[in-house]
């Protein structure tokens, strides 16, 4: 082995290390490490410590251990590698070529995404004397979004999750389908698992809570424009755990499909969403009542236990878009 490859990988180990450390730090040793050592050829003892990885593709243990993250952390798992190896003196052309390189720093242009005027207004003067923010947008719905988001192009954009016409998960997704470099940070009022693994899921990078100190909202926002996770620690620990713990849903016999009526299958759909009873009675113009009989009926068809089983029954299947009966 020559010295240069020595070297590198030196470089290497320290990459694949510093990434292991970050996530041992954010949700503990067992589930980070249980996670890692699903990556091909990446050996590592109990304290995260690298003992082997593939010397010939190096940068491939460094993508498949990102990928691996990736299942439970979506995007944001690049962001949190990003911020794990920053510190190290790698080559800009090493990080680079995994897609982990700084890159400056600049004024962001920043976009709002909330029904609420007063509360778009308020942002905006919080924001505005911030230096390095720019609004350079505001909307109030999904479509008001897309346009804005087309018009103007924003590095980062701070997304609702209740909006009239949709949820912010329908402008995230439809936004990043043409805008993929885009940033999105759910700031929100809900609290609750099924909206937060949903976020993520889509691809938003942060996730934020309308309670979040001022000082707090900005560092975070400034984070993530580096490429940093907007997540906390404590969130962060949900969706590992969630995405670790449990076995994917009991298997059905006959199509879902067929056993699902066009109503049932709506209502699916917009579980998959992290919609509430009252979001879907107002999307699908039905009664509370009517959405809970139509969960249940579905709980009963699926053999599933619970509306986030349903949710993820539905994503394992293909179901998280809308159904459109055959002519």
């Known amino acids: 082995m020559t010295p240069s490859s020595t070297i590198k990988d030196a470089e290497y180990r320290e990459i694949l290390a510093s990434i292991l ?12 490490l249980r996670v890692a050592r699903r990556t091909p050829d990446l050996v590592v003892d109990d304290e995260g ?3 082997d990885f593939d010397h010939d593709n190096p940068l ?3 993508t498949q251990l990102i990928d691996q993250y990736g299942v439970v952390f979506g995007e944001a798992a690049v962001a949190l590698s990003r911020q794990a190896v920053r510190p190290i003196n790698a080559s800009q052309a090493t990080l680079h070529n995994i897609g982990l390189a700084s890159t400056p720093e600049e004024p962001i242009r920043l976009m709002l995404v909330d029904d609420a005027v007063l509360f778009r207004e308020s942002l905006t003067n919080l924001l505005e004397q911030q230096p390095d923010i720019n609004i350079v947008g505001q909307a109030g719905s999904v479509q008001e979004a897309l346009q804005v988001a087309r018009t103007h192009k924003p590095d980062l954009i701070l997304m609702d999750f209740s909006l009239p016409d949709g949820t912010g998960l329908d402008a995230t997704l439809a936004i990043l389908a043409e805008m993929p470099q885009t940033k999105i940070v759910f700031l929100t009022v809900h609290e609750d698992d099924e909206r937060l693994f949903s976020a993520i899921r889509v691809g938003a990078r942060g996730y934020l809570f309308k309670n979040t100190h001022a000082n707090e909202l900005v560092k975070t926002l400034r984070g993530v424009a580096r490429g940093e996770a907007g997540i906390s620690r404590g969130l962060a620990r949900r969706i590992i755990e969630e995405f670790a713990r449990t076995a994917p849903p009991p298997p059905v016999d006959v199509d879902v499909k067929t056993e699902l009526s066009t109503r049932e299958l709506d209502v699916v759909y917009q579980l998959a969403k992290g919609a509430s009873n009252r979001e879907i009675a107002a999307a699908l113009f039905i009664s509370e009542n009517t959405v809970k009989n139509h969960i249940r009926n579905v709980l009963s068809k699926l053999h599933l236990r619970n509306r986030r089983e349903i949710a993820r029954y539905a994503r394992a299947k293909g179901l998280a878009s809308p159904f459109e009966p055959k002519p």
């Open 21 to 32: 450390k970050r996530f041992i730090r954010l949700v503990g040793a067992p589930a980070a």
């Open 60 to 62: 491939v243990t460094i």
């Open 49 to 51: 410590n690298v003992l």
